[in-house]
């Protein structure tokens, strides 16, 4: 073949490259091939681009500690099978850790309805941010009582407003405006943005329910790595 004037493979730098030995031989052929050696990265111009399969499977051996961070990691990329059992051990993982803006909430409510069999949001809450990759753990307690003796409230924990979970209701008591103090949490499908968590009444009893102010009412919440 004769002299090559371009490398095919290559277009930053160019260089020419001889295909047979009686081929002219120019000194800078090698000025020009060290140019192109130095910028070699495979990238579109810089020599071939590589297949799949010159590049290994990774194993942990060929990582050094701590040069990998989530900022390489394409979000959603890992799966289930890409992980091996017993590879990721709570060390590794953070066990109990924190990910999202915790809502801790103790307040000294005077909240009160005379709204009946509906579901009420109160002014215990408060807005958090969480990233939709854990489970948020919701504790609450509250202190109330009704203006009618014998009545019943339920109560649960709402999102945004809205009633997620009931999770019990206030016994009947025979003397009115009886304070009772009652204490629950749940855990949270995995959600992302700001939300309001906060306690929600249901009065099934005409009359008033009403948060006693003596003592807090508090809701707290968590969203922990899973």
């Known amino acids: 073949m004769a002299r090559i004037e371009t490398d095919p493979n290559y277009s930053s730098p160019t260089f020419s490259r001889a295909t047979a030995g009686t081929d002219l031989f120019k000194k800078e052929d090698v000025q020009a091939l060290a140019a192109a050696v130095s910028t070699h990265d495979h990238t579109s111009g810089k020599g071939l681009i590589l297949p799949a399969a010159a590049i290994p499977p990774i194993t942990s051996a060929m990582i050094q500690d701590g040069t990998i961070t989530s900022a390489d990691i394409l979000d959603g990329t890992i799966a289930t099978a890409d992980l091996a059992d017993g590879a990721v051990t709570t060390a590794k993982i953070g066990l109990n850790q924190i990910i999202g803006q915790a809502i801790d909430v103790p307040i000294s409510s005077n909240f009160s309805t005379t709204s ?63 304070p009772q103090q009652y204490m629950s949490y749940g855990l949270m499908v995995p959600l992302s943005g700001s939300h309001r968590l906060s306690i929600m009444i249901n009065n099934s009893t005409p009359g008033t329910a009403s948060f006693r102010s003596e003592a807090y009412s508090q809701l707290t919440a968590w969203e922990f790595k899973r």
């Open 116 to 178: 009946t069999n509906t579901w009420v949001d109160t002014n215990v809450g408060g807005t958090g941010s969480f990233t939709g990759l854990g489970n948020v753990l919701v504790l609450f307690s509250l202190i109330i009582q009704h203006s009618v003796s014998n009545a019943i409230i339920y109560f649960g924990w709402g999102l945004d407003g809205v009633i997620q979970r009931p999770m019990g209701f206030v016994s009947p008591h025979a003397t009115a405006g009886f």
